[in-house]
């Protein structure tokens, strides 16, 4: 097992997408799907997956902060980019895959999202597509800069919009084997692979409704990404949702590419 790919995009963020589309979409052999059941780490397949994702209601989102509390309390959760990595940590696993991560924001817990903290405290490269739009992105490229985290891939101009244009030094061609990633992963390494800009969304007020929604679900006690999510979801007319599957798909196949 050479990498973990994270969950709570599956269990939240995928509002138009059923079970069955899910596994139909899913070309993806072996098990590398990581989430927390009842207290117990799992790590297995889309199949094995799905009956977690259908209780995806009754279980929450864990972090690289959360995990071990989870661990010991019997809790359950769909893991974030930030507890796959602490996932991988405690299996010996040198790469985490996700697709829209967190960073520096005003979304409330998160102004520094455990996603940037994890990318210095583990040595475990991250894989994803970029952070996401309602983020301050040019403050979140710099904050792993200022920690010492390489980041390559190409310009980032947003995840889901185009929303931000922040100039990466480093390619994503300078860790194209899983030794030169590996090794990197021990000085703090995050990979971005973008959505290509002409599958994007266009219209930003819907951007503006998803931060509104987010809000809001976060004034109520709940988590803010799920309904930012879904309400772009709504507005795309679940075309958003497919976007994601699409990135997350092709960033899983990358990392199985690695050789």
Known sequence: MDFLAETALLTHGLRSISNEELRAAWTVEGSCLAWVDRGALQVGTMEEYLPFRTRGKEVGRIDCDHL?????????????????M???HRLGVFLAVSCGIGGIGDIRGEELCPDLPALVRYPVALLATAPKDMLDVPATFGWLWQHGVHVAGSECTGYLFHSTC??????????????????????????????????????????????SAGKQAEAAGKYYHPAANGEIDRRTGGESSWMQLRSFLANVRLAQELK
């Open 166 to 211: 922040v100039a990466m030094d480093e390619s994503f061609a300078d860790y194209g084997t899983a030794e030169a990633v590996r090794r990197a992963a021990e000085r703090g390494l995050l990979l971005l692979r973008p959505i290509p800009e002409e599958e994007r969304v266009v219209d930003l007020s819907i951007l503006h409704a998803a931060i």
């Open 86 to 88: 602490a996932a991988c």
């Open 68 to 84: 071990e509390d989870a661990l010991k309390s019997g809790a359950s959760g769909a893991l974030t980019a930030s507890g796959t």
